[in-house]
């Protein structure tokens, strides 16, 4: 049988992985600076993380959701503990994508209203409702078309209250910062208002932290920069080292309901076991502090190399396609725009560096190092950089 192909893939085959780094089958090393998208927050093979999978391994790996899991409620008195979102209940599912689809759901059982709110450039994941939601008319099929969603541009409060005085909105979801989008941070002061109006007309306001979450940018969730409470937060990316898990935050105005939610891989005892020892690194490390230090480091020296870039083009001088535009993010959620497409340079960094980054578009290198990332490593990136430059 062969496998459905659906991804694009650069031909190297990773075989094993440590801290910042990853050795492929002929045991070239490289510096990873992409997590595996996002997913990789405390490092390939943290010890800890190893052995404490391993260890629950030899335990219990699987028990359905019919029974008391008391990991479960470990792992949310630690993300309570985190976020400082003690007052918010947990719940466990597998994916990013179920993550919203469960947080729509809900959002629509509390409301009773169908229609959602979502902004331009979103990605929000694959499924159902999250592609419905996520602004790419490629990626939706006609079967995933019918649900009632409305986009509004990023920052355009007027519009989200107009939206919003029709009086059908069951939730406006948006991204802590987007990043399929290409790192467009929402403004501190359009938060504070989306929060504001969404309370004001009794909608539901859910942030997708699935990318933006668990540390990154230097804070636990990406809209605590704005200091602002949603009613529902979705995660998924960093929780647990790469086994597959997600999560829903919600906010105490929810009552649950028996059998209104559910997964039957969700929460189990293994992805627990990741996900707690993950919580346990994030905090006994202060990766969330590493993760913003090392980012505004990372950023102030592709800014430098950008001056440079400037500094050397006479007034005259042509746009050249390898000149850096902007570089914009939070923590260590960057982007690097350049004026040109991207692709010669990535496949140079890969293939020549042997550093791996990650895309926005065709213009735009994206940063989603493992949160453990050192000055070090940056310094290595940016030489690595301007000679492929
Ligand atoms: C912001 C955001 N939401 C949701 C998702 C979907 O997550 P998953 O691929 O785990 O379903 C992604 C994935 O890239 C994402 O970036």
């Given amino acids: 049988m062969k496998l459905f192909d659906v991804y694009s893939l650069f031909d190297v085959t990773p075989v094993k992985g440590l801290g910042t780094r990853i050795w492929d089958d002929k045991g070239t090393e490289y510096l990873d600076l992409y997590g595996g998208h996002a997913v990789i927050s405390v490092g390939h093979c943290h010890p800890r993380y190893v052995s404490a999978v391993t260890e629950q391994l030899g335990k219990l790996g699987f028990y359905s959701n019919s029974v008391r899991n008391p990991l479960q409620e470990e792992l949310a008195e630690k993300v309570g503990e985190l976020s400082g979102y003690q007052d918010y209940s947990l719940f466990l599912c597998n994916s990013g994508a179920e993550a919203n689809e469960n947080a729509l759901k809900l959002a629509s059982f509390h409301t009773g209203e169908r229609r959602v709110l979502a902004f331009k450039g979103a990605f929000h994941g694959r499924t159902s409702g999250a592609v419905a939601v996520t602004d790419n008319p490629k990626i939706r099929s006609p079967y995933n078309s019918w649900h009632e969603v409305t986009f509004v541009n990023m920052n355009d409060i ?45 909608t539901v306001l859910i942030l997708d932290e699935v990318q933006s979450g668990y540390g990154r940018t230097g804070k636990f969730f990406a809209h605590q920069w704005a200091g602002i409470e949603p009613d529902i937060i979705t995660m998924a990316k960093g929780m647990a080292g790469g086994f597959p898990i997600g999560g829903v935050l919600i906010s105490p105005e929810f009552e649950p309901v028996k059998g209104m939610l559910g997964t039957t891989f969700g929460g189990n005892h293994l992805a627990m076991a990741a996900a707690i020892a993950v919580a346990d690194i994030i905090k006994d490390e202060d990766l969330v502090s590493n993760a913003f230090e090392v980012g505004e480091y990372l950023k102030k020296r592709i800014e430098i190399l950008r ?21 914009r993010g939070r923590g260590l959620m960057i982007g690097v725009e350049f004026n040109g497409p991207v692709a010669e340079i990535r496949k140079k960094l890969l293939f020549e560096k042997h550093i791996f980054t990650g895309v926005s578009g065709k213009n735009m290198i994206r940063l989603l190092a493992p949160l453990v990332l050192t000055k070090d490593d940056v310094d290595i990136f940016i030489k690595a950089l301007e000679e492929v430059l």
């Fill in 158 to 202: 007027d519009s989200v209250r107009e939206e919003l005085s029709k009086g059908d909105i069951a939730a406006v979801i948006i991204e802590g910062i987007q990043g399929v989008g290409g790192i467009i941070i929402p403004d501190d002061g359009f938060m504070k208002e989306l929060r504001e109006a969404t309370r004001e007309a009794g």
């Fill in 307 to 327: 001056s440079a870039q400037n500094d050397k083009k006479s007034q005259n001088d042509k746009k050249s396609q390898n000149e850096i535009k902007e570089v």
